[in-house]
């Protein structure tokens, strides 16, 4: 099965979601940046693995199921 086919499956699509979601708050509670440099970075990442854990569970909401 390729990716493209995996990435239509609504329980792949949750996966991901949920694993996302689970990064982003362990880099947002584990991460110890330096003041100067590293808080934007470490918010940066916490902002995209949210994004992406949001964007990934609203789209499986949307596929039915095959």
Request: charged residues 20%; contains cysteine.
């Given at each position: 099965m ?65």
């Amino acid at each position: 099965m390729s990716l493209r086919n995996r990435l239509k499956d609504r329980s792949t699509l949750m996966r991901v979601g949920l694993v996302c979601l689970v990064l982003g708050n362990l880099v947002h509670l584990l991460a110890r940046p330096t003041p100067i440099f590293g808080q934007g970075l470490i918010d940066g990442a916490f902002g995209l693995l949210i994004g992406l854990s949001i964007g990934c569970l609203l789209v499986s909401l949307r596929r039915r199921e095959s």
